[in-house]
Nanobody, 125 residues
């Protein structure tokens, strides 16, 4: 089991910056990838960015060049640095982890998805 807690919610003006954090606890040794998703009012949850074990990062096109995802393995924490924020970035941001099960010290199939409770980001125009 993996437990995720987001922090860093806030209200910023367009063009401003905000950093979100996601602290993971539990069986974190078997996490293979972590990511951020967001859900705006009246819309479906959408993918934002992700980072895998070797540090490779991926972004949705709308945030490329503005958002940076990173991970501090020593602190079991993932970050999302958001710059040049736009009103359309307003949403509840969710932390996600894809983790194998920990069985007698080994990471085994199947993998499971874990979610945080979400944190609100509001960008005013």
């Amino acid at each position: 089991q993996v437990h995720l807690v987001e922090s860093g919610e806030g209200l910023v003006q367009a063009g401003g910056s905000l950093r979100l954090s996601c602290a993971a606890s539990g069986d974190t040794a078997c996490i293979s990838a972590m990511g951020w998703y967001r859900q705006a009012p009246g819309k479906e949850r959408e993918y934002v960015a992700s980072i895998i074990t070797d540090g490779t990062t991926y972004y949705t096109d709308s945030v490329k060049g503005r958002f940076t995802i990173s991970r501090d393995n020593s602190r079991n924490t993932m970050y999302l640095q958001m710059n040049s924020l736009k009103p359309e970035d307003t949403a509840v941001y969710y932390c996600n982890a894809d983790s194998f099960a920990l069985d007698q010290g080994l990471c085994v199939q199947p993998s499971s998805q874990y979610w945080g409770q979400g944190t609100q980001v509001t960008v005013s125009s």
